[in-house]
């Protein structure tokens, strides 16, 4: 959104400098009414959009699609390389490496004694989970408390 506000503040000045370049060469050298329509040059301006119509998702990664005129976050991901998008679109992007947590909790078994468990966790983010992940978590990755919290469920 911001690259479409600053595009027609861009095509507004730019036409108001022409208009006003016309204008005095106009009154200089005797120009026609038909220089005004070099004011019609302001809209390349609008070209500066199609800065906005491309992203690029790296090697490893994914891209979660958040559209501004479709409802949020969608389903649908973008994978690695070049891609064309909407001025509306922003990418983010998720590692779909495997990444590792260590985890040191406490819990009771089954016949009353306590114990300290220590746990490593390796996991992946599936290239077409990642908007479900994304959705969910809010973030590229899980946060330590909320994995915490996972673990000392699945233990009781």
Sequence with gaps: MGLLIFSIVFVLI??????????????AKGLKNSAYSLCLLSLIGFGVLLFGCFTSVGANQVGIIYDE????????????GLHIKSIFEHVTEISTANRSASLR???????????TFELSIIYKIQKEDAGKFFRVTNDQDIHQEALNTLVKSCLQ
């Design 14 to 27: 730019l036409a108001a400098v022409i208009g006003v370049m016309v204008t005095a060469f106009k009154k």
């Design 69 to 80: 005129l479709h409802g949020g976050v969608q389903d649908e991901t973008y994978g690695e």
């Design 105 to 115: 909790t406490t819990g009771q078994t089954n016949d009353g004694q306590y114990a």
